[in-house]
């Protein structure tokens, strides 16, 4: 039992280092290396193109609406990554504070993979995945002045929403 | 001879319901436009937009341009309080000359005509492909300093 235990741990540490890769370099995208070109050839289309305060683009893979995973990358001027990075981890969601707007709320979270209202208030509803891989939705209340009022985090698979079984989308 | 009467009947009744129900203006030629005076009854009647964006002044906008299957696309504009301030076909014939020109930036070209179809590449220049409402296909090339350098449409 104790032999067996060393080599559980053995194989985590070994898959540690390759995991870390993945999450800094999703698809092999090397930042100050990699190009447009490569992005699109690696990884197809992406959900949104957009230009940041700064008037870099960016491309979102945000695999909504069923996808956990999302995924964002900025290019400089010369067309090459300067940043990539996974989207709606949990340093992203802390950043969340009640009376935000929902322009604010897109630049961290990127675009919500549901909207809708119920009794005439606005949610918003992002798939993510809390603590490890566990799959949860992060649901957002707004305000009657399309203000966020608050955050709230739901198991996938609460009340047997089926969310689990779909199409995960794009991932490294 | 009555049989002929009712089925000249019918076929005229078919004939002005399909007049009244041929869209007209921007709708005959950009398909359906999204509907609703506000952000709930658009979310309600038309789904869920293709892309958001933000105007400088924060205004959220949604952008209907099912990229598979529609020609023509929408842009919905809301005020902060949720109601529709405008609904805009995009990708008009005005948007396509000024980006025909040359000259515009990214984000002048994605105001213009919104999301594009597709995105290829010619050596590192990028090219954003559009389907247009007269079924004809519009290319934006950028070069090295991110401007358009050439568009065509075929």
């Known amino acids: 039992m104790m032999r067996f235990s060393r080599w559980v741990i053995l194989a985590a540490a ?14 092999g995208i090397d930042p100050g290396r990699s190009t447009m070109k490569d992005v699109r050839s690696r990884i197809g289309m992406p959900s949104v193109i957009k230009f940041n305060a700064a008037g870099e683009e960016v491309w979102e893979y945000n695999n909504n609406p069923n996808g956990f995973h999302a995924y964002r990358i900025v290019f400089g001027a010369d067309n090459v990554v300067k940043s990539a990075r996974r989207m709606r981890v949990d340093a992203d969601r802390l950043q969340i504070k009640a009376g935000m707007t929902s322009k604010e709320l897109v630049g961290i979270m990127g675009e919500p993979s549901l909207i809708y209202f119920i009794r005439n208030r606005l949610y918003w509803e992002w798939r993510l995945h809390y603590f490890g891989n566990q799959r949860h939705r992060l649901v957002a209340e707004f305000d009657e002045d399309y203000t966020l009022k608050s955050t709230a985090l739901i198991g996938a698979q609460y009340r047997g929403s089926g969310t689990t079984h779909g199409y995960g989308g794009v991932t490294p | 001879m009555r049989t002929a009467a009712y089925v000249g009947i019918a076929l005229l009744i078919m004939a002005l319901v399909g007049c009244a129900a041929r869209p007209t203006g921007d709708a005959a030629i950009y398909g359906k436009s999204p509907q609703g005076g506000t952000m709930q009854e658009v979310r309600n009647r038309t789904g869920l937009p293709n892309a958001m964006r933000f105007l400088g002044s924060g205004e959220e906008v949604w952008e209907f341009n099912d990229r598979r299957v ?26 396509i000359a000024r980006v025909k020109t040359g000259g515009a930036s990214g984000s002048e070209v994605l105001e213009l005509l919104g999301e594009p179809s597709g995105v290829s590449f010619v050596g590192q220049d990028a090219v954003w492909e559009y389907c247009l409402a007269d079924r004809s296909r519009l290319r934006v090339r950028f070069g090295p300093e991110k401007k358009v350098v050439m568009s065509e449409a075929g």
């Open chain 1, 14 to 27: 070994l898959s540690l280092p390759g995991a870390l890769l993945a999450q800094s370099k999703p698809w």
């Open chain 2, 70 to 95: 529609a020609w023509g696309a929408w842009r919905v504009v809301f005020e902060r309080d949720g109601k529709v301030r405008e609904i805009v076909p995009i990708r008009r014939p005005e948007d």
